[in-house]
């Protein structure tokens, strides 16, 4: 059973456009959600994370929308640039004493000029 | 070297090898994972070592065996592998205190024939 569902599971996007990625959980235990971006040939890295007591957490472009009682959160990309151009992984942990990050399936994003 | 390491970063094997995957980690943590990620699957967790000892095991099969000799290296000894195996490795790094943020290698593309 898939715990963390992610869509879309593709994306283009233009240049300077905004980048919307979306993911539901079914947990309610999970309490930090980080999204992971990986570009070809890299593992994933760390991009941004959020904790359910706030619902809205910004770093430079991107930003992840929280929203506890519908179990989503999303990630956007704003004035998306072609260096954006990656897949996007969202996840889910419960507690700091878990080592267990479950992920969603990815999207693949395409920035076009 | 910097970050999480991953050797080599492409093998092929057959079904009857036997052959190992090494990674090595230059960020002073002490907690060391195994995850292998598939095309259109969720990033799965393979092994957990904390301090070097293993912490979690979700349901491997025994073709897969870890090993972790100290709290920079970590190996994943494989046998008899199946073509389903085929898949990327990716090894990744945190402090054991915070094992929500993990830091990834490059990965380790693996192709059974």
């Known amino acids: 059973q898939q715990q963390v569902k992610q869509s879309p599971q593709s994306l283009i996007v233009q240049k300077g456009g905004i980048s919307i990625i979306n993911c539901a959980y079914e947990?309610?235990?999970?309490?930090?959600f980080p999204w992971y971006q990986q570009f070809p040939g890299k593992g994933p890295a760390l991009l941004i994370a959020?904790?359910?007591?706030?619902s809205e957490k910004k770093e430079g472009r991107f930003t992840i929308s929280f929203n506890k009682s519908a179990k989503q959160f999303s990630l956007h990309i704003m004035d998306s640039q072609p260096g954006d151009s990656a897949t996007y992984f969202c996840?889910?942990?419960?507690?700091?004493?878990?080592?267990?990050?479950?992920f969603g399936k990815g999207t693949k994003l395409s920035v076009i000029p | 070297e910097t970050g999480v390491t991953q050797t080599p970063r492409h093998l092929v094997m057959g079904m009857t090898n036997k052959k190992s995957l090494k990674c090595e980690q230059h960020?002073?943590?002490?907690?060391m994972y195994w995850y292998k990620q598939s095309a259109k699957k969720p990033l799965e967790l393979m092994f957990v070592?904390?301090?070097?000892?293993?912490?979690e095991n979700n349901s491997v099969p025994s073709r897969f065996s870890p090993e972790c000799p100290n709290s920079s290296h970590l190996f994943l000894h494989l046998h008899t592998l199946q073509p389903e195996d085929s898949a990327l490795y990716l090894c990744?790094?945190?402090?054991?205190?915070?094992?929500?943020?993990?830091?990834f290698g490059p990965g380790t593309r693996l192709t059974v024939l």
């Open positions: 947990n309610t235990a999970f309490d930090y």
């Open positions: 070592y904390s301090l070097e000892e293993r912490v």
């Open positions: 990744a790094s945190s402090q054991d205190r915070k094992r929500d943020e993990q830091f």
């Open positions: 960020l002073g943590h002490n907690a």
């Open positions: 996840a889910a942990t419960k507690g700091a004493g878990s080592y267990q990050l479950t």
């Open positions: 959020i904790r359910p007591d706030v």
